[in-house]
């Protein structure tokens, strides 16, 4: 991954979950790059951001907002010696906002790139970065930008040797045609909902006529 990012402005790194694409690719980066780097990694949400930087900074032995930390709306743990961020989408977009080029950003790490795919905030994102990626490509100045995500259409990575691979081929698919089921417009109108009291009722005097007895 290393060294395909020293080649590449743009990368791709996908891989089952659990193989450690959060947690590790952006400690990898920071332990190659040293204490000048500046690493950016957004999360789809907030409370991931959060529990993923509490997570690596346990690993590095350190306490939050050290040299690992977290910025979300309304809340942060960091420090002047943070060198790697975990934030949530829009406060990097609002980041690009007064650094358009985001000069002060090393490399950005786009967590999860299936989650922001439906949204306008993911797609206003990802242009962004694209533009930065395009002006910078020739130069290979940083940013460099990672997309990390599981293995597409839940294919494994492709793998050779160990060496990482800068994207998973797409995986052939089959799509299957289902006769939609019956909604709540198409239900029969006769079956209403039985209200809890008449169903504690009803209940009652099922058991009473078993008992042989009568109840009113």
Do not use: W
């Amino acid at each position: 991954i290393i060294k395909a990012l020293s080649q590449q402005q743009v990368l791709v790194v996908t891989g089952e979950t659990g193989c450690g694409k959060t947690t590790q690719v952006p400690q990898f980066i920071m332990e190659e790059l040293g204490g000048e780097c500046f690493i950016v990694c957004t999360q789809p949400r907030r409370i991931a951001a959060i529990s993923v930087a509490q997570r690596v900074a346990e690993e590095r032995g350190e306490r939050l907002g050290e040299s690992v930390g977290y910025q979300v709306r309304l809340e942060s743990e960091r420090s002047e010696d943070t060198r790697l961020l975990f934030c949530t989408t829009g406060v990097l977009l609002r980041k690009m906002a007064g650094d358009r080029d985001l000069r002060s950003v090393t490399t950005v790490i786009v967590d999860e790139i299936h989650a922001l795919a439906p949204t306008k905030r993911g797609t206003h994102l990802m242009l962004s970065l694209e533009r930065v990626a395009r002006a910078l490509a020739p130069r290979l100045e940083p940013p460099r930008v990672l997309a990390l995500d599981v293995a597409a259409h839940g294919a494994e990575a492709p793998r050779e040797d160990g060496e990482a691979r800068a994207a998973a081929a797409a995986a052939p698919r089959r799509v299957e045609h289902q006769e939609p089921r019956a909604g709540l417009a198409d239900r029969p109108r006769d079956r209403r909902p039985e209200r809890p009291e008449h169903a504690v009722r009803r209940v009652r005097r099922d058991n009473a006529e078993r008992a042989g007895l009568r109840v009113p």
